[in-house]
C-alpha cells in the first residue's frame, strides 16, 4: 500500500464545477503539500499545511490530523485549472527534515 | 528573479553514456533534492543534501550520483548503470529553517536509446 494515496486518479469536469480532490496517508507527518504540475512539466506548491484550512483565491486547501486526510478543493472551475495535483506529505527521513512522499497525482481536465 | 533553474529541458543520449543533469538556485536555500517522475507514479527522491560537500541517498539512489561543491549548484549524473534511465528529473530546494518548504525547477526529460 502506497503511504500517500490520492482520489481520484483522473477527473474531468466542465467549467464552474466545484472539484474536490482527495489524499490520505498513513505516515506520520510534519505538513502538507498540495503541488500543481502543467503539461510543461514543471512544479509550483499550493499550499503547505499542517492544520486547519487554508485559501488562495478559488482554490482551498483543508487537512484532518486525526484521520490523516487532507482535500483540495477548486471552486467555480475554469480549463486554465487543468494540470495534474499532487499531494505530498512531508515526513522525516534518515533525520533530515523537509523530505517529502509523493501521491501518484490527479491529472484533472476541465472542459469549456 | 529568484528560483531553480535545470537544463537543458529535454536531452537525448544513447544506452551506455553517462549524463549530467544541471541544477542551480539563488534562493540562498541549504537543502537540494532531486526527483525522478515516471507515468503513472509519484515522484521518487534519488539523492538530496543539506549542506556542501554532503548528500546522502533517497529511496532509488542506485545508477546515479551527485555532488554538492557550491550551495547554489547539486548536478546530478546519471551513469550507464542506472537500468532505465529514460524519466523527467525534478530538481527542487528548501531552507533548513522554517517551513522547509521545497521549491521546483522545471524538470530535465531524459531519453536513452
Known amino acids: 500500500k502506497n503511504e500517500v494515496e490520492q482520489s481520484p486518479q483522473n477527473l474531468t469536469a466542465q467549467e464552474g464545477e466545484f472539484i474536490t480532490i482527495n489524499c490520505s496517508y498513513s505516515v506520520g507527518i510534519s505538513a502538507l503539500h498540495w503541488l500543481q504540475q502543467h503539461p510543461g512539466g514543471g512544479i509550483v506548491s499550493l499550499f503547505m499545511l499542517s492544520s486547519g484550512k487554508k485559501k488562495h483565491g478559488r482554490l482551498i486547501a483543508t487537512i484532518n490530523i486525526q484521520e490523516k486526510h487532507s482535500s483540495l478543493h477548486i471552486t467555480a472551475s475554469h480549463p486554465r485549472d487543468s494540470a495534474v495535483y499532487i499531494c505530498a506529505a512531508k515526513v522525516y527521513y534518515g533525520g533530515s527534515q523537509g523530505n517529502l512522499i509523493f501521491g501518484k497525482g490527479t491529472k484533472l481536465s476541465v472542459k469549456p | 528573479d529568484g528560483g531553480i533553474t535545470q537544463s537543458p529541458k529535454y536531452l537525448f543520449r544513447k544506452e551506455g553514456q553517462n549524463v549530467t543533469l544541471s541544477c542551480e538556485q539563488n534562493l540562498n536555500h541549504d537543502a537540494m533534492y532531486w526527483y525522478r517522475q515516471d507515468p503513472g507514479q509519484g515522484l521518487r527522491l534519488i539523492y538530496y543534501?543539506?549542506?556542501?560537500?554532503?548528500?546522502q541517498k533517497g529511496d532509488i539512489a542506485e545508477g546515479y550520483s551527485v555532488s554538492r561543491e557550491k550551495k547554489e549548484s547539486f548536478p546530478l549524473t546519471v551513469t550507464s548503470a542506472q537500468k532505465n534511465p529514460t524519466a523527467f528529473y525534478l530538481c527542487?530546494?528548501?531552507?533548513?529553517?522554517?517551513?522547509?518548504?521545497?521549491?521546483f525547477g522545471p524538470g530535465t526529460r531524459l531519453t536513452v536509446t
Open positions: 543534501s543539506q549542506i556542501v560537500n554532503d548528500f
Open positions: 527542487a530546494s528548501s531552507s533548513l529553517q522554517g517551513s522547509y518548504e521545497q521549491y
